[in-house]
């Protein structure tokens, strides 16, 4: 039995989600029929990290088990033909039977994306987040270095509480504005700051940790807006964390706004 890795971005725009569901076309479910479609085989994929609907990918990490011969490179260019515009097979692996795409992960690298400007552009009403009112980025930035370390996060969790444990660990948190569409620089921070920084319409947080909650990176984004446009302070941030109040949190940011940039694994 052969162990293979698949490397996946995607447009989640159309999607419920990355996991199989009743109410709508899952990410998941197009993966899985493209390769029951090349392989004649039935394979559950496992996957490192189950996006919402909405949310979108440049470095998802996904493995699945067959008996098949077909080479890697065969396998990558196989699922692309069975596979919608919108999923792109970017990397394909054969990697020893104990990795585990979820459990083997080490820490994920989110990324979310303002424009943060009073007019939008159509075009990128689906993979940004638009917020028309100035925000002050470094602000946002200073309030993001309390949550550096280990806490519990659950008041930044939507399902709370949930089966196991709201502890996690985040290892950056990086606030900072870009001149350009920041989505591809992935493994390090979108941009490095920009001198003119007031002119430039994008805002990135960038967020890497061991592990995520359901809508932690959105809650934290719609807690560090309500920083940025001076409502509260970087230390009311720290006094969240502390209360494990979910209702004390900032809103939802929208899911538009959000990638899965890199999935990190021990070598």
């Keep these: 039995m052969?162990?293979?890795?698949?490397?996946?971005?995607?447009?989640?725009?159309?999607?419920?989600?990355?996991?199989?569901?009743?109410?709508?076309?899952?990410?998941q479910a197009c993966v899985e029929s493209a390769i029951e479609q090349l392989t004649q085989q039935k394979s559950s994929v496992l996957v490192a990290g189950r996006t919402d609907a909405g949310v979108h990918a440049v470095g998802q990490v996904a493995n699945f088990q067959t008996t098949s011969s077909i080479p890697c490179n065969n396998i990558q260019s196989g699922l692309q033909r069975?596979?919608?515009?919108?999923?792109?097979?970017?990397?394909?692996?054969?990697?020893?039977a104990s990795f585990h795409a979820t459990y083997s992960a080490v820490q994920k690298r989110y990324r979310y994306v303002i424009h943060n400007m009073p007019v939008g552009y159509p075009f990128l009403k689906r993979y940004v987040s638009e917020f028309s009112r100035p925000?002050?980025?470094?602000?946002?930035?200073?309030?993001?270095q309390f949550l550096l370390g280990k806490h519990d996060f659950r008041c930044f969790e939507s399902h709370y509480p949930n089966k196991a444990t709201s502890v996690r660990t985040v290892k950056e948190l990086t606030v900072q504005r870009a001149?350009?569409?920041?989505?591809?620089?992935?493994?390090?921070?979108?941009?490095?700051?920009?001198?003119?920084?007031?002119?430039?319409?994008?805002?990135?947080?960038?967020?890497?940790?061991?592990?995520f909650l359901?809508?932690?990176?959105?809650?934290?984004?719609?807690?560090?807006?309500?920083?940025?446009?001076?409502r509260w302070s970087p230390e009311?941030?720290?006094?969240?964390?502390?209360?494990?109040?979910?209702?004390?949190?900032?809103?939802?940011?929208?899911a538009c706004g959000l990638y899965l940039i890199q999935v990190d694994y021990e070598l």
Excluded: C
């Design 214 to 230: 359901y809508n932690m990176v959105r809650t934290i984004v719609g807690t560090l807006i309500e920083v940025g446009v001076g």
């Design 82 to 96: 069975f596979l919608p515009d919108s999923i792109s097979v970017r990397e394909v692996s054969e990697v020893d």
């Design 135 to 144: 925000l002050d980025e470094k602000q946002m930035h200073t309030a993001g």
């Design 2 to 27: 052969r162990n293979i890795k698949l490397t996946l971005a995607y447009d989640g725009s159309e999607y419920a989600g990355w996991q199989v569901q009743p109410n709508g076309l899952s990410v």
């Design 179 to 211: 001149s350009i569409w920041p989505v591809w620089s992935a493994g390090q921070p979108a941009a490095m700051p920009d001198s003119h920084s007031s002119s430039s319409e994008f805002i990135t947080v960038d967020i890497v940790a061991d592990g």
């Design 236 to 254: 009311d941030v720290q006094k969240i964390l502390k209360l494990m109040d979910r209702s004390q949190a900032g809103a939802t940011a929208p």
